[in-house]
Every structure is written in structure tokens, then in C-alpha cells.
């Protein structure tokens, strides 16, 4: 590629990118603009698919408002993302969860991973019905 081209690409790429993965819950804070104003809006959901690779690299983030389900794509290296933090992550066994859609209400919950070390083992939480107590189970 030209010289001209690589820089300009390397500029804008975001050197830490953000551990996210397909059935994350993640809060967005985006930077809106209205008129002369700048401020800052939380967008809170699950993502249900990660798309492209380098500077392209988007992801959509799915949750529910009103009744009515809301979709949006960010791009990973955008200048307008703030921050991109982790609630929790949910157990996907798919890349896209695209039968969330179909889902409404308690359907919807994905099973949260607890991550003991940083990709070591992984626990799942389980309920005990006659106690009602979480416990860690490793599989």
C-alpha cells in the first residue's frame, strides 16, 4: 500500500481495543453533538455479532426500550466511541445471535461466564433450587 495510506490507517486505530466478545453486555458511551453542544450517551445491551477486521472492525449492540427492540453498529475505532465498558460476559456458543430477535423477555438472558484468571478457566454460575443460593461449577 502507499506510505500515505498505512499512516493515515495506523493513526486512527485505537491501540488498546476493547475485550469484547459475542454475548457480552457492554455499555458504550458515545459522544453526540447537538449544535454547538457535545455530551455524552450510555447505550447498554448485548452484542450480538462482531464484523471486519482492522480499521472496519464494527460491532452491534442489541437491547430492548420500550417493548421495542434496538440495534446499533459501532465501529470499534471510532473517534466518537468514549469507552466501551464490560458488564458481564454471556455464554454463546455462535458468532451471531441473530435468533435474540425472535426472543422477548426472560428468553432472552444469556449465561454469564465468571472469568477466574484471564483466560484460564472459566466458571459458570448455576442455582441450587432447594437452597437458592449461587455456586460455582467448573465444568
Known amino acids: 500500500m502507499n506510505s500515505k495510506i498505512t499512516e493515515l490507517l495506523t493513526k486512527n486505530i485505537k491501540k488498546d481495543p476493547y475485550n469484547i466478545k459475542v454475548g457480552s453486555t457492554v455499555t458504550v458511551t458515545v459522544r453526540i453533538k447537538e449544535g454547538a453542544k457535545e455530551r455524552n450517551q450510555k447505550y447498554e445491551g448485548v452484542v450480538i455479532q462482531l464484523n471486519g477486521k ?12 420500550q417493548g421495542v427492540g434496538v440495534e446499533r453498529v459501532f465501529f470499534i475505532h471510532s473517534p466518537k466511541i468514549e469507552k466501551v465498558e464490560l458488564v458481564k460476559h454471556g455464554k454463546s456458543r455462535r458468532a451471531k445471535l441473530y435468533y435474540l430477535r425472535d426472543r422477548t423477555g426472560k428468553a432472552t438472558k444469556l449465561k454469564e461466564q465468571l472469568n477466574v484468571a484471564e483466560g484460564e478457566r472459566v466458571l459458570q454460575k448455576e442455582t441450587i433450587p432447594e437452597e437458592g443460593k449461587l455456586v460455582e461449577v467448573s465444568s
Open 54 to 65: 482492522g480499521l472496519n472492525k464494527t460491532f452491534t449492540v442489541r437491547r430492548v426500550f
